[in-house]
């Protein structure tokens, strides 16, 4: 006997929606992130844009990348690399990653097994989470928090736990351990980290490790700026720690590594069993990328050089614009890592975040990232964070706008 399924609530199209040439009833909307606008990357930028001030606001070099980078591109596609690679990524691309994560950080991960190329550092985390939280998990996330993690817990239905850092942004690990509930399955790091521009130490990563282990925590690791970290420090990565490795899914991107963040393009590390789960998820959202960029950044990745030399790039354009806003009333936070900027505008404003990085847009022509928005709860500390990835002019002429300030 035929069954009849449960009526769904319908309604009738919204005439605010424009003409709508569809007779009858629309089935009502699932309640997926009911209270999420839009990011602010967006609303800040458009904002920039309309108003013609210099964006210092969403992350992004506004220079070109390595032409010989964009050569590559060209050639792998003249010389037909247009089809479907492998799900998991181009074998050669999958072996640099591997050979390089190895070499630097002395792990054990295999290019077929443990490595897979993802649409950028945004989708390896998103699929990273939906493959090891579920529903009723709770999920720590370090707040300051980037903007994608919460929605991503949501999304697979488990709770998102905001334990912030200490005031001068450092990993709070009395906060964190307070914060574990028989529930906590996970927990996000990120470092370098955004927004802070704070990096994480050894004894941070083996703390974690003591954590993860007493707790049974997996670890979403989001290094996607691994390779920006500033007066001489190391960056301290989860797979340097070989019982923090075998817990952990590593995100990174290559759009940070090489000025290329529109091509969305990055990569997970893990060991065989999260590989195996990740892939599984991966296989029926994204199943594969870009096949030239692949090819491409598999031989780009031959030469160190241009990895290697990206902390040094970035810290003199850091120390570059840090001198140059030095005389006016924006006090300097520390900036360990990144292409991130924070300072304290408490001296020139008593406006919240987000109201002062509008005005600072409007009026003095900058446009910057409150960090009250990388909270569940905003704070309201009266901090702002510039992106200095910038060409030497750009940033020339925000510290010029920016004198203005009194
Ligand atoms: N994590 C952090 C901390 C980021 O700042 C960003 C963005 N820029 C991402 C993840 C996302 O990387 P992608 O642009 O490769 O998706
Ligand atoms: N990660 C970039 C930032 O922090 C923005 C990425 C985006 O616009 N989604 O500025």
């Not at 450092?170 to 914060?179: I, P, T, Y």
Request: hydrophobic content about 40%; aromatic content about 8%; proline content about 8%.
């Amino acid at each position: 006997m035929a069954t009849t399924r449960a009526a769904r609530p319908r309604r009738p199209p919204d005439p605010a929606a424009g003409p709508c040439k569809m007779a009858g009833t629309m089935p009502v909307l699932p309640a997926k992130l009911p209270n999420t606008g839009t990011t602010i990357f967006t609303v800040m930028s458009a904002l920039a844009a309309e108003h013609g001030a210099v964006n210092l606001g969403q992350g992004f070099p506004d220079f070109g990348a390595d032409p010989a980078l964009l050569q590559a591109v060209s050639a792998a596609m003249a010389a037909g690399s247009n089809q479907y690679p492998p799900m998991t990524g181009v074998p050669a691309l999958r072996q640099a990653v591997s050979a390089k994560l190895n070499a630097l950080y002395g792990s054990t991960y295999d290019a077929d097994r443990d490595i897979t190329i993802t649409a950028g550092g945004t989708q390896g985390l998103f699929t990273a989470l939906q493959c090891c939280v579920g529903a009723g998990d709770e999920v720590i996330i370090i707040e300051p928090a980037y903007d994608s993690y919460d929605p991503a817990i949501r999304l697979a239905g488990a709770v998102p736990v905001g334990v912030p850092m200490t005031s001068d942004y450092r990993l709070d690990w009395s906060a964190v351990r307070a914060a574990i509930t028989p529930r906590t399955r996970a927990l996000v790091l990120n470092t370098p980290h955004n927004p802070s521009g704070r990096i994480a130490t050894g004894e941070d990563l083996r703390e974690l490790e003591r954590l993860a282990e007493q707790h049974d925590l997996f670890i979403i690791s989001d290094e996607v700026y691994e390779h920006m970290v500033f007066d001489g420090s190391v960056h301290e990565s989860v797979a340097r720690f070989p019982r923090l490795r075998e817990r952990s899914l590593l995100v990174s991107s290559f759009g940070k590594t090489f000025h290329v963040t529109g091509w969305k393009v990055g990569f997970v590390a893990a060991p065989p069993a999260l590989s195996a789960a990740f892939r599984r998820l991966h296989q029926y959202t994204v199943f594969t990328v870009h096949t030239p960029t692949q090819h491409a950044l598999a031989n780009y990745l031959a030469d160190p050089a241009p990895w290697q030399g990206l902390s040094g790039f970035y810290q003199a354009k850091r120390d570059a614009f840090r001198a140059s806003i030095a005389a006016t009333p924006l006090r300097l936070l520390p900036c360990e890592g990144t292409y991130f900027q924070t300072v304290d505008y408490s001296a020139v404003s008593d406006l919240p975040e987000l109201e002062f990085a509008q005005w600072l847009t409007t009026e003095i022509g900058v446009a910057a990232i409150p960090l009250s928005v990388f909270y569940q709860q905003p704070q309201e500390r009266r901090h702002v964070r510039f992106c200095f990835a910038k060409r030497d002019e750009t940033l020339a002429e925000a510290a010029k706008r920016l004198a203005k300030l009194r």
